[in-house]
């Protein structure tokens, strides 16, 4: 059974930054393909990040593209995001999720960012 747990979330200023972890049990994790997805305040999902299975090819939403960065340690089972020059508008809960951009079966219960002065 998959399980996901993100930690790392918190209060940041406009212009700084979070680093996002997901530790993930699971015995064949180096064949995952992983996300983050994103939920406003108000607002519905949206799928943020993605990374293939051995890290080799990475995707990114266009509004986080140039500032978050996707990256995995199969050794370790984790996945991490690294959100730089954050916005008011990226305050979120941010979920880990197994899967990629169009089908994503198991999910973390969330990390809250607030981007705020």
């Known amino acids: 059974q998959v399980q996901l747990a993100e930690s790392g979330g918190g209060l940041a200023q406009p212009g700084g930054s979070l680093r996002l972890s997901c530790a993930v049990s699971?015995?064949?994790?180096?064949?995952?393909?992983m996300s983050w997805v994103r939920q406003a305040p108000g607002e519905g999902l949206e799928w943020v990040s993605g990374?293939?299975?051995?890290?080799?090819?990475?995707d990114y939403a266009d509004s986080v593209k140039g500032r978050f960065t996707i990256s995995r340690d199969n050794a370790k089972n984790t996945v991490t995001l690294q959100m730089n020059s954050l916005k008011p508008e990226d305050t979120a809960l941010y979920y880990c999720?197994?899967?990629?951009?169009?089908?994503?079966?198991?999910w973390g219960q969330g990390t809250l960012v607030t981007v705020s002065s």
């Open positions: 699971a015995f064949a994790f180096d064949t995952y393909v």
């Open positions: 999720a197994k899967g990629g951009r169009k089908y994503l079966d198991v």
């Open positions: 990374i293939d299975s051995d890290g080799s090819d990475t």
